[in-house]
């Protein structure tokens, strides 16, 4: 049974740095989760002009950051989720990104060969499957963000390059799943979160942080021990 239970402290601050960070709400959150689930209708033809050409028609169009009636995404695309949802939706502050850049087009590159369409139309008209046969140009929807979005951070030296900077977890909220008597002891933590984390504890038995023992020649009244370690005589082993 002892063996069986494991330290878990380390991963409940996790939880506790998990569940402040959802706490973060878009003032048009529920808004910005509808236009998340939207699906784009696929765009085949761009027009495949200059960039700076580009840049002109919206300066001759008089399309400036005032013209954003999006102040914010949640990218959470049912075209990613199909195949994997292993993160909750990424946020992107869109008018800051757009105030602070100052150039649609650092973003919204083409343009559809459709005039009666919008010059900045949705990243996700045109890019969508991984790969798709008749568009072998085009690269996927993920790629399109990550390859985007990354790359100007890594540039500018500023904004997030780590996966954790724009992605939370999947993780549903543990002050619905923990159940715990007021006062619950160490062990009793252990074994609740074991409840559902049997087979991180499994694999936590089998890492050499839990299995290392050996002599501790400097350990006062315990010199000639040979078997300390965090499996025998360690005092936070619960
Ligand atoms: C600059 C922001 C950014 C960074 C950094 C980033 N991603 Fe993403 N990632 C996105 C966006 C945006 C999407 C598309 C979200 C959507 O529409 O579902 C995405 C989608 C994904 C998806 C598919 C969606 C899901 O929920 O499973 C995976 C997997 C993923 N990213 C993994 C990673 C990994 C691993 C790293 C680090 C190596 C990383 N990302 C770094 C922005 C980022
Ligand atoms: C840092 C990148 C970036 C910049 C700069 C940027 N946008 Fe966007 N914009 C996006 C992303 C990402 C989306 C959402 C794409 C999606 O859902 O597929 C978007 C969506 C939009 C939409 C919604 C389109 C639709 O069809 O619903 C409009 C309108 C828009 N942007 C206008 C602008 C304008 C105008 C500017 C310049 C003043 C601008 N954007 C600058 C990245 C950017
Ligand atoms: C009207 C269609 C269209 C829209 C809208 C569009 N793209 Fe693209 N994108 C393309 C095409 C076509 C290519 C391939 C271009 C080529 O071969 O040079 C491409 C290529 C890319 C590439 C590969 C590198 C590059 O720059 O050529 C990235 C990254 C990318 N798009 C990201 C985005 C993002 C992010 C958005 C939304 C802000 C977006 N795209 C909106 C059509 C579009
Ligand atoms: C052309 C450059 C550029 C592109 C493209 C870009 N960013 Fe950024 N981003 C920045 C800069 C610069 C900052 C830092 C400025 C700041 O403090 O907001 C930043 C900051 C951020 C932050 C941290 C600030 C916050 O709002 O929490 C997030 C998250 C972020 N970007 C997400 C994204 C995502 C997602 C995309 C792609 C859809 C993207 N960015 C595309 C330039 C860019
Ligand atoms: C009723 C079931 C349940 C209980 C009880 C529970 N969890 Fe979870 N936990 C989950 C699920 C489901 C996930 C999301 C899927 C996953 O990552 O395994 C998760 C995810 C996590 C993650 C994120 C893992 C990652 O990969 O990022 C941590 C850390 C975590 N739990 C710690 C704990 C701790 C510590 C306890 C005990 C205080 C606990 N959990 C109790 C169900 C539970």
Known sequence: ??????????????????????????????????????????????????????????????????????????????????????????????????????????????????????????????????????HPERIGLKAAFHQQCTECHQEKQDGPVTCTGCHLKNVPDHKDLVKLADGADAFEVTAECLRCHDQAGEDMLKTAHWNWRGPSPFTVEHRKDVQHGKGTTALNNY
């Open 1 to 134: 049974m002892i063996k069986k239970i494991v330290f878990y402290s380390g991963l409940m601050i996790l939880v506790a740095g998990l569940s402040m960070a959802q706490v973060w709400k878009a003032p048009d959150q529920e808004k910005a989760k509808e236009r998340a689930k939207e699906r784009v209708k696929f765009v085949k033809e761009y027009k495949n002009e200059d960039i700076i050409l580009h840049k002109m028609a919206l300066v001759e169009k008089g399309i400036t950051h005032k013209d954003i009636t999006e102040n914010y995404f949640l990218l959470d695309s049912p075209i990613i989720k199909e195949r994997e949802d292993h993160y909750g939706p990424v946020r992107f502050a869109h008018k800051r990104h757009a105030a602070l850049i100052e150039d649609c087009t650092a973003c919204h590159h083409y343009r559809p060969k459709d005039e009666s369409m919008s010059e900045t139309t949705r990243c996700s008209a045109c890019h969508q499957d991984s790969f798709n046969p008749e």
